[in-house]
């Protein structure tokens, strides 16, 4: 057992200062992970945002051109919705 000049053991072979280190470089990796993880559920967020977007626009767009179908659509949708929560 390697002694330093005040008779302890080195720093490299003390279990202490292996734990300690092992534990601050597992805790350095998990920070890492999770803001990766931030960054990439940040870039799905705006994505699905932008799609809806697209999707609200373009529906409204298509009403907007063909008002009576769309009416008829949306009756039909809300009658069939009626008859089956009545089944209930």
Do not use: Y
């Amino acid at each position: 057992m390697p002694n330093t000049r005040n008779g302890s053991r080195s720093k490299k072979n003390d279990p202490r200062q292996q734990f300690t280190d092992a534990a601050s470089a597992a805790r350095d990796n998990v920070r890492d992970m999770g803001g990766a993880a931030a960054g990439i559920a940040k870039e799905q967020v705006d994505h699905v945002v932008e799609t809806a977007t697209s999707v609200r626009d373009s529906v409204a767009e298509k009403v907007r051109k063909n008002p009576m179908p769309s009416l008829m659509i949306a009756a039909g949708a809300g009658l069939l919705a009626g008859v089956l929560l009545r089944r209930r």
